[in-house]
């Protein structure tokens, strides 16, 4: 009778030590994570430029080019350089999570120009490539552009 009733004394307490605290018990996932929005607003400048593959920026002076994207959906193009719009207007991505295109649209256009783009991380800051063919469509541009303190 005695093994009886710690037989039984045994497997309860292991139903029991199986069953009482259990972390995952609820629906919530502790590692859930979300994704940070994309911010690209800021002053971009050029930091490379290459033409079909082939690095032209000591060709040419690319430094006083800058791209300003406004939080509110601006932009404004200083020393302009051939680029996918040329005047003023607005901007948005195609997702602000997980952005892969860039739509302008210059004041007083009828339609947005978009582009797609990277924005990978090198040095601990975001980069914004973009690739475009201004003018001839046999010459391919890749701007690597990198926002700066201004």
């Not at 605290?21 to 400048?45: I, L, R």
């Not at 002076?61 to 719009?85: C, T």
């Not at 997980?98 to 990978?120: C, I, R, T």
């Amino acid at each position: 009778m005695k093994n009886i009733i710690k037989k039984t004394g045994s497997v309860l307490l292991m139903a029991l030590a199986l069953t009482g605290c259990s972390q995952f018990s609820d629906d919530s996932n502790p590692y859930d994570v979300a994704e940070a929005v994309k911010s690209f607003g800021g002053v971009w400048k050029l930091k490379s430029v290459t033409r079909n593959n082939i690095d032209i920026t000591a060709d040419m002076d690319f430094s006083k080019f800058e791209l300003h994207m406004g939080d509110d959906g601006r932009y404004h193009i200083e020393n302009y350089l051939p680029f996918v719009v040329e005047k003023d207007g607005t901007w948005h991505t195609d997702d602000p999570l997980y952005p892969f295109q860039l739509s302008f649209l210059e004041d007083g256009a009828a339609s947005s120009v978009d582009v797609n783009f990277n924005f990978p991380v090198v040095n601990g800051q975001r980069s914004l490539l973009i690739t475009l063919s201004p003018g001839c469509a046999s010459n391919v541009y890749t701007y690597t552009l990198e926002r700066t303190d201004n």
